[in-house]
């Protein structure tokens, strides 16, 4: 079973530029997660997804951070324009709603000069 | 909001010693989940739990769910280098997937 798919990995940017990432999940799962990883820090939930709805959005800030999941399959993260502060890892995870494990991407590096 | 409070922070081990780190929340929990991560790799799901007191191991590893369901601790035995990494609890305070939050991680070196 192939996992959760990020793209790019790496991405260098410069501040007040626009960057968008890129998440495709692992097969038959509904879940789709956001989740923001500072260095030396766990985890954060930016969003949530029960099949294409939104069901958790209150940690996204919404000014310059975007997310959809069309069809409720892969999903795109945006963020127009990026800040400094924005610099960090940002991991995609899938689930089924039946079961409570998540399974994570490789993640997304993004660095904002 | 939910806390979770991860100890140690970090450990430096010899290889073949036994390894303990443990989670606690401010919040009753309905699952706990144990992940690794490598540095540049997202992470790896190890353990999942889900009702108080639960036992489980995969292979080296044990965790456990408190009784209180506040809190649960990961074990690994006779650790080897490869254990080397970043073990962060994560747990479920909402129904079914909601709301999982993490720990700050358990950084473990370990010397050959």
């Known amino acids: 079973e192939a996992g959760v798919v990020q793209s790019p990995r790496y991405k260098i940017i410069e501040k007040k530029q626009p960057v968008a990432f890129w998440c495709n999940p692992i097969s038959g799962h509904n879940t789709l997660y956001w989740y923001l990883q500072n260095l030396g820090q766990g985890p954060e939930l930016l969003i949530r997804y029960e099949n294409e709805e939104a069901v958790d959005d209150s940690q996204l800030p919404k000014d310059r951070f975007s997310a959809e999941r069309l069809k409720g399959v892969d999903s795109t993260l945006k963020i127009q324009p990026a800040e400094l502060g924005d610099s960090a890892v940002y991991l995609c995870?899938?689930?089924?709603?039946?079961?409570?494990?998540?399974?994570f991407g490789e993640g997304s590096r993004l660095t904002v000069l | 909001g939910q806390q979770l409070n991860q100890s140690p922070q970090s450990m430096f081990i010899q290889e073949g010693e036994d390894v303990s780190m443990n989670c606690t929340s401010s919040s009753i929990f309905n699952t706990w989940l144990w992940y690794k991560q490598d540095p540049g790799e997202g992470p790896v799901l190890l353990i999942a739990?889900?009702?108080?007191?639960e036992l489980t191991s995969n292979g080296r590893l044990t965790a456990q769910f408190g009784i209180t369901r506040k809190d649960s601790f990961l074990n690994i035995s006779a650790s080897i280098p490869s254990d080397v990494g970043i073990y962060f609890c994560a747990g479920n305070y909402g129904g079914s997937q909601g709301n999982l939050i993490f720990g700050k991680g358990t950084k473990l070196s370990v010397k050959p």
């Open positions: 995870a899938s689930g089924r709603l039946s079961s409570g494990e998540l399974f």
């Open positions: 739990l889900y009702k108080a007191g």
